[in-house]
């Protein structure tokens, strides 16, 4: 399968993303979208990647022959609460890359950058599942507001009611994507809408402050597709470790390797053992 992966910019833990998910998952190809001028700090070449294969591509051409200037008038800051465009856009990327990036795998998995499993949970087909799976990672949402946010926006784009399951949120930071569910969803949202699916979800930000894709697609599976829908249970592999100030985490890290260099996955491992006595099933630091 392969894995795609958007990246705001280069950082040091990075490396250890890409090492943990090809040693983990070994998959066929890693695609990286990211802005063109961060393609050339990404030195994969010395990285313990086994056979994976890494293809960087330009974020400012994805959607070509639509520019990003194009994409940025579509999108709306309505005050402090909004979050950047940066931030819709990645949802978007995640998505288009069913059309845009042309032999991709069916299904695909989308992984946010910033996520570094530490135990390996079962994605792949087996006897005991034969379908491709998530875990739940995450145990609630940020706030009241901002979950009743995703209820609203999803609404308005696809017109349905968004679920959550037993335990945790549908926003689990990495995801499964089946050609047929994003085509189906695409459609819907554009049947709805009457404009293209991206530009009905960045216009989403004229009337709301959040929107979550993966939400919406447990959403949207759950509906149409629920065959497709499978996913590790929150009590199995949520017990992981989300840093939304990572400052001071970073600084102890990056204590660990030589100067100005990327930080591999052992030394995440090394940190892991000495910091925490329960081992967590993954780190998770934003904002780097």
């Known amino acids: 399968m392969d894995f795609v992966i958007p990246l705001h910019r280069m950082n040091p833990l990075f490396r ?11 998959p066929r190809q890693v695609y990286i979208i990211t802005p063109l001028c961060e393609i050339e700090k990404i030195d994969w070449n010395r990285w313990d990647i086994g056979n994976t294969s890494i293809k960087c591509i330009a974020e400012e051409s994805f959607f070509s022959p639509i520019s990003m200037t194009d994409l940025e008038i579509m999108y709306k800051k309505k005050d402090e609460k909004s979050r950047e465009f940066g ?6 990327l995640k998505m288009g890359a069913v059309r845009q990036i042309t032999g991709i795998s069916d299904p695909y998995m989308v992984w946010d950058s910033d996520v570094i ?9 087996t006897e005991e599942c034969p379908y491709h799976r998530f875990a739940i990672l995450q145990k609630e949402s940020r706030s009241e507001w901002n979950e009743q946010q995703y209820e609203e926006s ?4 696809v017109q349905m009611k968004a679920i959550s399951p037993i335990e945790g949120t549908f926003v689990p930071h990495h995801f499964i994507m089946y050609k047929s569910v994003l085509e ?6 554009e049947n709805i809408s009457g404009k293209p699916w991206f530009m009905a979800i960045l216009s989403l930000s004229f009337t709301f402050w959040r929107f979550s894709e993966y939400k919406c697609l447990a959403t949207y599976m759950n509906e149409i597709h629920p065959e497709l829908l499978h996913y590790h249970t929150f009590d199995k592999y949520g ?3 989300r840093f939304r100030d990572s400052i001071e985490i970073m600084k102890e890290i990056i204590l660990l390797v030589p100067p ?5 996955y052992s ?6 053992r000495t910091k925490w006595e329960d081992c967590p099933t993954y780190i998770q630091l934003e904002h780097l």
């Open 16 to 26: 250890a993303t890409i090492e943990a998910i090809s040693l983990l998952y070994s």
């Open 239 to 241: 017990n992981g470790f």
């Open 154 to 157: 999803i609404w308005e784009l």
């Open 260 to 264: 100005e260099h990327t930080v591999p």
């Open 87 to 92: 931030w819709w856009f990645q949802q978007i």
């Open 117 to 125: 499993p530490i135990v390996r949970w079962e994605i792949y087909p």
């Open 267 to 272: 030394i995440i491992l090394e940190y892991v």
């Open 184 to 189: 189906g969803l695409i459609t819907r949202i």
